[in-house]
């Protein structure tokens, strides 16, 4: 959430008074470091404070299903951020099926996403070419080629 805040204010930089402000609230007579944390619900307050000087902001995590063990809190704290006074806020979270996070999620919009023969088809094509352009020594067994490979049905 701090790398968040920090790309919203270089964005910004009138965010940079709500971050001060947020400082001087939660860290009073400290200095700054590493040891003195706000916490993740303060930084979110702060999240959306700094919201406010944007008229969208599109935020995209991918991976939620390798957040390890304190995911259900980062859920929390990330479809809490839909919450906004102007709603200026999209989410789109990615994600492997997972039984907790569909459980979490099941009153939002999903949308699955799979990979299809003619999109690893023309992956892979480019990738060759790429290579041919690149490394005139590197060879190609046309035998070798896509149409001739098996399909899952054939396995």
Not at 16 to 34: K, R, T, Y
Not at 40 to 66: G, Q, S, T
Not at 116 to 130: A, F, G, P, Q
Request: a neutral charge; glycine letters at 6%.
């Amino acid at each position: 959430m701090g790398s968040l805040v920090k790309q919203l204010v270089l964005a910004d930089r009138r965010g940079f008074a709500e971050l001060e402000a947020c400082w001087v609230n939660h860290c009073p007579n400290e200095d700054i470091g590493i040891s003195n944390s706000i916490s993740a619900k303060h930084r979110c307050e702060l999240f959306r404070d700094i919201l406010r000087y944007f008229d969208n902001i599109y935020f995209v995590v991918d991976a939620l299903d390798k957040c390890g063990d304190g995911r259900l809190n980062i859920m929390c704290l990330l479809t809490g951020l839909n919450v906004t006074k102007n709603g200026n806020i999209k989410t789109i979270l990615a994600s492997r099926p997972e039984p907790d996070i569909e459980r979490y999620l099941a009153d939002f919009m999903k949308l699955s996403i799979a990979a299809h023969r003619n999109d690893l088809e023309l992956y892979v094509h480019s990738k060759i070419e790429c290579r041919l352009r690149e490394n005139p020594i590197f060879t190609w067994n046309q035998e070798l080629s896509l149409g001739n490979m098996p399909t899952r049905s054939a396995m």
